[in-house]
């Protein structure tokens, strides 16, 4: 009888082991005694279970095997007007200050709702619909600020992902968020307003020297995301340059001057970073 219920979660395992399927071509083909092919599915089927009981965690690995980040906060903000009487102007308008938000938000080639820009000329856009940046970098802009725990979208980015840094997102990748798919088009190039939100004159400085930007999305099919989506990764371009290399070589694109040359050519590279480094390259010929 143990045989008998062995070989029936054999069958079940079937569809998930499909080796399995060679035990009843054994049998007809060399025509072992059923005794012993009960037995070795008896068997298998023991071993099945205490190897799915023992690792599930290879089992949820292969059903991930794509996902590479998470959505830890999802931010969005409206234009705010700040007075500053060190400006000649005595204020400063910015989209900077962004909120998290917990629930669905649409997603649309310009971006996500709710989120508003200060300076269209210089941000958003179908090359800078989405801003993201990496939750590896908070401990590093922490310390130089000098604060604890800053908050999430304090960069003024829309997503702040873990596990994924500049040096491991290339131009041109194909990220898939809740139901929207996105793609990489270029480095963020902070701006002073950074600089004016920490109270702290060297910030976008520093930011631009160290290469830890964040990156920009343009949305390539329209959909839904929220907090806590999972980042899949669908495909990357050959001879791809990831974000950090592409800050350093607009930063000082004649030490590598092939490089720049290539990446300024790229079709997937946002138009607004092609335009500051076609100017740099310009400059040294």
Request: proline residues 4%.
């Amino acid at each position: 009888m143990s045989k008998l219920y062995g070989s029936l979660i054999m069958f079940f395992y079937f569809i998930k082991y499909p080796v399995a399927l060679l035990l009843p071509v054994i049998y007809f083909v060399f025509d072992y005694p059923q005794n012993f092919i009960l037995d070795i599915i008896w068997i298998i089927s023991i071993v099945l279970i205490i190897k799915d009981k023992l690792y599930p965690q290879e089992k949820e690995c292969r059903m991930k095997k794509n996902i590479i980040s998470t959505v830890v906060s999802l931010q969005v903000g409206k234009i705010r007007t700040i007075q500053d009487d060190t400006m000649k102007e005595g204020q400063w308008s910015t989209g900077s200050y962004k909120e998290p938000v917990s629930n669905i938000r649409d997603v649309t080639f310009d971006g996500i709702q709710g989120d508003e820009v200060s300076d269209t000329v210089n941000h958003g856009g179908e090359h800078k619909a989405i801003f993201a940046n990496s939750l590896l970098n908070y401990p590093k802009w922490e310390e130089y600020l000098g604060v604890d725990n800053l908050i999430f979208g304090a960069l003024a980015e829309n997503l702040t992902l873990d596990k994924i840094a500049e040096e491991d997102v290339c131009i041109g990748d194909i990220h898939k968020i809740g139901t929207t798919t996105l793609e990489v088009s270029q480095p963020r190039e902070p701006c002073w307003k950074i600089s004016k939100k920490h109270n702290n004159k060297t910030f976008t400085k520093h930011i631009y020297d160290t290469g830890r930007t964040g990156w920009y999305y343009r949305v390539l099919e329209e959909g839904q995301m929220k907090k806590d989506d999972k980042v899949e990764f669908l495909r990357r371009i050959d001879n791809p340059i990831n974000i950090l290399k592409a800050n350093e070589i607009l930063r000082d694109p004649a030490s590598a001057l092939d490089m720049a040359n290539y990446l300024v050519q790229l079709d997937v590279l946002g138009e607004p970073f092609r335009k500051s480094l076609k100017k740099k390259i310009n400059s040294i010929k």
